[in-house]
């Protein structure tokens, strides 16, 4: 069975424009998490996606927004970029909702804000 | 407030020698708990989880963890290291209807 995909893998944007990151989880899985990454401050919880709905949701600004689609994938978008939000960015998949079940991640996606 | 503590920031052993990462955790009941292991660039790969049961859980490349219940401690360990498992590892929390919880992560190095 194929693991969690994302792309793109790698990614340079510059201050104020606007980016979507796209997760395709493993087959099955209804549950898509996204997680921020960076040496700072870790591994910081975004949300998440059960279903098409937002089930749970970090301490982020409302620039970061996401969705699911009917067939699981889902789309993580960044608007108006900043220096800081430079970052890799995690997307992991699961059977069930938050924390029911094994989160499975996939390879990220690496952002670079100019 | 639910959190997890992985108190060694940064390890190094000798190939061959045994390996110990701690984990720590405050949680409202028991929680679901993992460790995961981050090569340098890449995704998080599952190592091990525990749910319920046995306290004893073996997981791959040869690694294990205990749940110790009375210290609300999950560590992680592997009788002899093998250079590629210089890595990051992460220890992690969770319960049905709640966010996983991250460590910060451990960071080993393995001395050929």
């Known amino acids: 069975k194929a693991g969690v995909t994302q792309t793109p893998r790698y990614l340079i944007k510059t201050r104020g424009q606007q980016v979507t990151l796209s997760c395709s989880p493993i087959?099955?899985?209804?549950?898509v998490s996204w997680y921020q990454q960076t040496p700072g401050q870790g591994l910081q919880f975004l949300f998440e996606?059960?279903?098409?709905?937002?089930?749970n949701k970090g301490n982020f600004p409302g620039r970061f927004s996401g969705r699911q689609f009917s067939n699981s994938r889902s789309e993580m978008n960044v608007s108006t970029l900043e220096l800081g939000d430079s970052a890799l960015y995690l997307c992991?998949?699961?059977?069930?909702?938050?924390?029911?079940?094994?989160?499975?991640f996939g390879p990220g996606t690496r952002l670079l804000v100019l | 407030a639910q959190s997890v503590t992985q108190p060694d920031i940064h390890i190094t052993v000798s190939e061959g020698a045994s390996l110990e990462l701690r984990c720590n955790y405050s949680?409202?009941?028991?929680?679901?708990l993992f460790w995961y292991v981050q090569s340098p660039g890449q995704g998080l790969q599952l190592l091990l989880k525990?749910?319920?049961?046995?306290?004893l859980v073996q997981g791959i490349k040869g690694f294990e963890a205990e749940f110790k219940r009375s210290q609300s401690s999950f560590n992680l360990r592997k009788p002899s290291v093998h250079w590629s498992d210089a890595a990051e590892y992460f220890c992690?929390?969770?319960?049905?209807?709640?966010?996983?919880?991250f460590g910060t992560g451990t960071s080993l190095t393995v001395i050929p």
């Open positions: 996606y059960f279903s098409e709905t937002q089930r």
């Open positions: 992991a998949s699961s059977l069930q909702e938050f924390g029911g079940k094994t989160q499975y």
């Open positions: 949680y409202g009941a028991t929680p679901y």
């Open positions: 525990y749910f319920s049961g046995d306290t």
């Open positions: 992690a929390v969770g319960a049905p209807g709640n966010q996983f919880y």
């Open positions: 087959s099955g899985h209804r549950s």
